[in-house]
């Protein structure tokens, strides 16, 4: 079952422009992470968060958590055609297995020139 | 550049033909995964190992059969499967840790099933 969902599924901006992106998620977690996937590539870590941290920040990419809500988001600033990637969000779950990461359905993003 | 390497890329095969997908990699990480991912899905965990013991298996088919050899290889035996197990598989790899960090993701095997 799907521990993550982000929102929106998919999401085209303008370079230059800001790119919001969601996740909810189900269970206590002891960290929430955002990834990125080029198509048809393998998947990069993009951030990680502890869920005693509220906000997070790496180059252009700004993380927020809300243990209480059980989302996350992922802000990328100033954006460029070169981050058209689908981003996943991924938890893991502090009641199980320390190793089973489940990732949410994703949101694609387009970055048009 | 990914550090961790699999091969092949792409593999296209019979339901009855036996071909192996293979993962390494020298990062020292003790941890390493195989997920396997449909066009447009999120990754699905298949298997862990740790320590090169099988740690996790989600229920995965028996025409799926991992293995590991040692602590820097990871390969996935595939016999027998269906055309639904067409799919990109993705091999990561993690170090040991008490809860998950970090997982480094090679470039995937594009499998295709006839």
């Known amino acids: 079952s799907q521990q993550g969902e982000e929102d929106p599924q998919a999401l085209s901006i303008q370079e230059g422009e800001n790119a919001t992106m969601n996740c909810s998620y189900k269970t206590s977690i002891n960290n929430l992470q955002w990834y990125r996937q080029n198509s048809g590539r393998g998947l990069v870590h993009l951030i990680l968060i502890r869920s005693n941290e509220r906000e997070k920040h790496s180059g252009r990419l700004r993380v927020t958590l809300d243990t209480s809500k059980k989302s996350s988001s992922l802000l990328i600033t100033a954006s460029r055609a070169a981050d058209t990637a689908s981003y996943f969000c991924a938890t893991d779950d502090s009641g199980g297995s320390n190793y089973k990461l489940t990732f949410g359905k994703g949101t694609l993003l387009t970055v048009n020139p | 550049d990914t550090e961790v390497t699999q091969t092949p890329k792409h593999l296209v095969m019979g339901m009855t033909n036996k071909k192996s997908l293979k993962c390494e990699q020298h990062m020292g990480h003790r941890a390493m995964y195989w997920y396997k991912q449909k066009a447009k899905k999120p990754p699905e965990l298949m298997f862990v190992?740790?320590?090169?013991?099988?740690?996790i298996n989600e229920s995965v088919p028996s025409r799926f059969s991992p293995e590991c050899p040692n602590s820097s290889l990871l390969n996935l035996h595939l016999h027998a499967l269906q055309p639904e197990d067409s799919a990109l598989y993705l091999c990561?790899?993690?170090?040991?840790?008490?809860?998950?960090?970090?997982?480094?993701f090679g470039e995937g095997s594009r499998l295709t099933v006839l």
């Open positions: 190992y740790s320590y090169e013991k099988l740690s």
């Open positions: 990561a790899s993690s170090q040991h840790r008490q809860n998950t960090g970090e997982l480094f």
